[in-house]
């Protein structure tokens, strides 16, 4: 899902996968991997280790930086939390 907002895919593939990983029981949101309370700048640690000159990361065809990885990492825990919320009404 990080790698999905990273990308700026279009919603409908977000939803898609979203509702998948659900649907099958992996985790959408940073809860669902443990981590119940968010520690800003430990996520920012995160973003800034998978951005590490030698990291895989820097096969995406754009520049990537850790700042973008940081958002991206808040913004699918987020969208991950309103499918969720939307699932459980």
């Not at 520690?39 to 640690?45: A, D, F, P, R, W």
């Amino acid at each position: 899902m990080v790698q999905l907002v990273l990308e700026n895919s279009p919603l409908e593939e977000i939803e898609e996968v979203v509702e998948f990983c659900m649907s099958v029981g992996l985790p959408v949101t940073l809860e669902d991997i443990g981590i119940k309370e968010i520690n800003y700048e430990k996520i920012k640690k995160v973003a800034e280790a998978s951005c590490a000159p030698d990291e895989t990361i820097h096969n995406m065809p754009f520049k990537v930086v850790a700042a973008d990885v940081y958002a991206a990492i808040l913004s699918a825990d987020a969208i991950g939390k309103m499918y969720k919320n939307k699932r459980s009404r």
